[in-house]
């Protein structure tokens, strides 16, 4: 665990080295990220055994997860060199205006420095070296870890590579640091030093820390990525063996344990979709998952679910593992007690909800409040517009077809939505637009062009689009 | 006052209305802007003559006031057809990347109905049909208002011009309202349709509505812009008589009631500042200041600065009105007592602070933490990146020349800042990119191109500024 002298010393160096990141060059910190990024890679066998010794998620997926990570700080750092985030903005003076009106000019600079909470389930892409971190120090923000006690050796590892990979970069001392322990993570929340947060985590976590962030004397934005129901809805023409298959590989991928599991699938009445998803599940066999304390709060979930819904796949639950459960209900039943039945249960199980009209179903979407995706499988020639326009108007990410657990880390990809699913419903914590939390703008008025930061320039070094007297131009 | 069964009916109105306004288009939504603009215009010296009625604030300031108000309205017009907020993101499916990527396009939306809280010193600009309104409806959010007290009967004529506006416009009713009363006001923060409020107030009661705002069951994004101090940096080379003047005009300007006034001047020592500013002054004039409230809460803040501070031009304060005030105090007394000194005094006073040297001012600078605005005044040949840099690390807007309180309303205008200028850093309330506070991404995933948003389409039916496959495009 990290001390509270220790915790304070790293929290003092990262205030004091801010402002020499924040006067690095985009360039410069795309090197660093790529840096990391090469020194990951190079890594590659040692930090997927470790992982899988701390994880249990397999080495396939663990080799994959590096990839997408590195992959990650490989597309922050062309975000930065492509620099649309800087938002350049350049209004010349206008003499003959009433009241007349100055040279403005306006950037986005970065927050100073941030505490980001790393994730258990994805000992990678939201870890250490993920994506809060990797966004972060793309726009120049200092950045300490909170380790996730689920992989405590591997973020000990991780961290190791990242410090001597940005150091090889010739970043300062003290841009990034890890740190361990509950009562630490609080206590950085509450450093007056730090100026934004990032989570990905529990609800309950997620809420608490929110708390204290919104609480201090000088609240800080918390970016907290929290549970997610991910609603699936399928309309009697989609009902097949195969989208059933579809449904038992996702809802188990990783033994359940994503933030997009499809946690609620609204069926049609009378289709036969339990029959078909109860054959896709074959027998249930029971995985490890992350850690015992997940386990275990899977299966009190789930037998609280039990309680008030149909059981079509069951299980007997293991200590530490976890084995997938299919349960049914009935729209009626969910909109009687939707916070009973409308709760994300981390882990293989999902539950299938039979509406008798698409209307009844979205009644029930609509009460959800808010998810990081909704999915929607239709057939040729069913009128999805107001099913799409439902579905996104509580979530982050509407799918036509296939799977919400692939999440796809690319300029467009939206990963946040509407509360409980997120505590920003602004933001992304995945994609190009992830780097946007960390920033603030700062405009320049009449301010002499040798003093400007380079993206307000006329002659626009950088090479970067520029917005100039209310026109997007590119370079 | 406005009833709580009354503003039930009105907040669900409101939310019952939010898919339809957020199902127009934002050329539609441009044409609302720009009846109201026009409908405020026709009516300015009704306007103007109430609202000094009720504010003293004079004809030529509110007149220019409705003008900047109804410039603003189209401005947010110009910023929704142009219609980059949209963020329109574009990635096509690429089966060859590993593992193959979907079709993903991502788009802002309206987050739903917002409260907006209207400011005293702004009575148009701030108030009813001002900014926050502007920008919210702009971007298709229903907006209900809580009117300030300080000028009721303007807020209801007001109200009364843009909801005829909007109905003349085909504006769907409920996509606009006024609410009264403190109560009530907490109430709407805390009514669970509402999805994000703004506020321009003070730093108590903003930190008071944020509160509420952050510890509802469900959280929502809070924009309040709160006091400001302001400061201004002189070099010793820049003292001048006319910047005396300078100073005299802006701290004195609307009897000082300014969210950007200069609270605060760093100025050298020794350097004969004081007296030109007392010159400048003269002898100075009560004026009636905004509410009866706001003079008694200057006349305590005066006596409690001047306990501590010098005063270098005094006067008697009359019960209702505000009479310039100058203090001045050294760095050294302001870094011994921070809490006590750099504090917003709303009103016509400024505390000068004399330094020895440039390193000492800004030492003192860094304790204000945040601020809307900082001003530097220096001479050619004055070495000034690194006070830029310093300044530009604690405001939103870095001012070289010139004083803060002209806040031209452009596409780079910036008016926000870090803690306690305003609770969202990452904003600005004044400017093209306010609207930004009131949208939420949505990424569509293969989705068919007829339910697609039209901002999303590869036809670019908008013809707006696209981002496809990672490249910006122009139409």
New interface residues.
Partial sequence: MTTRAELDTIVSTASLVA?IV??TTDIERALWLEAVADALDARVDDLVALANEESSLGVPRLT?EV?RTTGQLRLFA?VVR?G?YL?A???HADPGS??P??D???VM?P?GPVAVFAASNFPFAFSVAGGDTASALAVGCPVIVKAHPGHPRLSRLTASIVTEALRNADAPDGVFALVEGVETGIDLVNSPAI?AVGFTGSLHGGRAL??VA??RP????FYGELGSLNPVLVTPAAVSADLAAGLAGSFTLGVGQFCTKPGVVFVPQGAGFEALLADAVGTPQPAPMLTPGLAATFAEGLERLQQRAETIVGAQQEPGSGTPVVLATTVADVLADPEALLVECFGPTTLLVRYESVDEALAAIAVI?GTLTATLHAAEGDD??DL??AL??V????????WPT?V?V?????H?G???ST??????SV???AV??W??????????S??LPPALRDENPLGI?Q?V??V?T?P
Same sequence: chains 1, 2.
């Fill in positions: 402002p924040a006067s994959g990839a062309r492509e649309s938002d903005t350049i209004d009433t009241p009106s100055p403005l000019r306006r600079r927050l100026e929110f708390d919104s609480s000088k609240p800080i934005p409040g999805v517009a799409a326009d996104a108007r979530s982050g990410r509407v799918l036509f077809g296939g692939g796809a690319t300029w467009a990809q939206q946040g509407p509360w409980p505590t920003s419903p602004t933001h992304t994609g190009a637009a946007r939390r920033v603030r703008p700062v405009a320049y008025q009449s301010a002499p040798a003093v689009p917005r007297d209310g997007l590119l």
